[in-house]
């Protein structure tokens, strides 16, 4: 046994993907969406049929997706999930998920719309986390493949990009 190791862990494991540059998280709104506006409406939620039945079964999963995307991986989805859940059990997890709701609109200069973000997640809770799920599913992110496989996809996208004409210079 190594015992310069003691920890278990393999101290030449190379570290998690990292981004070449910021990752942006306000990108542009697709094709046809209005500045400012949610891509979808919040009862749009069989726009993505797949989504609203794990929503419906499990909003956890959700939720622990979302978190994990709009914290940038500091809150994986286990660990939203895990919290979500907890609260849930208490009746309050929407006091904790409108806080994300609130992260994401600030990200993307959305509307609180239609009502206050509270409000949305304390009446319709699940059409909320299936709106989200779908804001950042159209905004390029894959909620689904977690924050690491999103900043992998995100950087091979920046490394295909061709380089940039100067213009000329004096």
Not at 21 to 42: I, K
Not at 119 to 145: M, T
């Amino acid at each position: 046994m190594d015992t310069d190791n003691l920890s278990g862990y393999d101290q030449k494991a190379p570290p998690p993907p990292m981004m070449q540059e910021p990752m942006p998280m306000a990108q542009h709104p697709p094709a046809g969406a209005v500045p400012g506006r949610w891509t979808t409406g919040l009862c749009d939620c069989f726009e993505d049929p797949s989504n609203c039945i794990i929503t419906c079964c499990c909003p956890c999963i959700t939720f622990g997706r979302n978190a994990e995307i709009i914290d940038r991986g500091a809150t994986s989805c286990f660990v939203g999930g895990l919290i979500y859940y907890l609260l849930a059990q208490m009746g309050i997890a929407c006091l904790y998920t409108c806080s994300y709701r609130t992260k994401l609109r600030g990200l993307h200069s959305l509307q609180e719309d239609p009502c206050a973000d509270c409000l949305v997640h304390w009446c319709c809770i699940h059409c909320a986390l299936c709106q989200e799920y779908r804001e950042l599913r159209n905004r390029g992110f894959d909620p689904s493949i977690g924050w690491v496989a999103n900043a992998e996809k995100m950087n091979q996208g920046a490394a295909m990009m061709p380089p940039m004409m100067q213009g000329m210079g004096r």
